[in-house]
């Protein structure tokens, strides 16, 4: 899996967009970017992925940049609810094992 | 849809006594499920991989005869930690796969078990 770096913690007030950034400055053709979140003591929660276009759901929007070498997930409004670890994860899709998780971005929403 | 349900939620046991902890996929077959542990502000680690009808595979460093798997069924993966110390006191949590095992769909996880070994 390529290497992923995200920020270790962020801050973003309440209703506001919360923008979390991933470089994957090593990503290849064949991996996909997925990100999941850990609310406290929970269980990781997926949110989205994306190959190379950008991708919208009900949870989130993914922008994935030309050169697929980062991407951004926005959070459109974000409530307190959103309080997490965010956890950018670069993999090629039709590997059958586990995910590695590395330390994601703590966001805080404040209020 | 794509529902993974864990049980116990936490369970609190004596030093030397067997846990186990069960991985069900509510609506959808799961020939492959994962064991994650996670330690306080730590992130989470890959255990094993159970397969159904077959032996789990372990990570480097992992006790296979301390973390037995059992993955009898599509729909059912166990944890059982075996003689349990204080130090595997720890946030358990496991995952699967609602498509097929070689394609991009998300892993789905449940909502962890916490183990307090006293």
């Known amino acids: 899996d390529a290497k992923t770096t995200q920020p270790t913690s962020m801050d973003c007030a309440e209703g506001r967009a919360a923008n979390l950034p991933c470089n994957h400055s090593?990503?290849?053709?064949?991996?996909?970017v997925y990100w999941y979140r850990q609310i406290h003591s929970q269980g990781p929660q997926y949110i989205i992925h994306?190959?190379?276009n950008n991708e919208t759901n009900e949870m989130a929007s993914l922008i994935i940049t030309e050169d697929r070498k980062s991407s951004t997930l926005i959070l459109p409004h974000a409530t307190l609810r959103d309080t997490a670890v965010y956890y950018c994860i670069v993999r090629v899709a039709w590997r059958a094992d586990g995910l590695t998780f590395g330390k994601g971005t703590h966001l805080i929403i404040q209020p | 849809g794509a529902v993974v349900s864990q049980h116990p939620s936490w369970v609190i046991c004596k030093s030397g006594t067997s846990v186990k902890i069960e991985c069900r996929s509510l609506d959808f077959q799961a020939t492959t499920m994962f064991w994650y542990r996670q330690f306080p502000k730590q992130s989470l680690m890959l255990m094993a991989t159970s397969n159904e009808g077959s032996k789990a595979t372990y990570e480097q460093g992992v006790e296979k005869d301390k973390f037995l798997i059992n993955h009898a069924s599509l729909t059912l993966s166990t944890l059982t930690v075996t003689s349990a110390h204080p130090e595997d006191s720890s946030f358990y949590i496991c995952?699967?796969?609602?498509?097929?095992?070689?394609?991009?769909?998300?892993?789905?996880f449940g909502n962890g078990t916490r183990l307090t070994v006293t």
């Open positions: 995952s699967a796969r609602a498509g097929l095992d070689r394609s991009n769909s998300p892993l789905h």
């Open positions: 090593t990503i290849s053709g064949n991996e996909y």
């Open positions: 994306g190959l190379k």
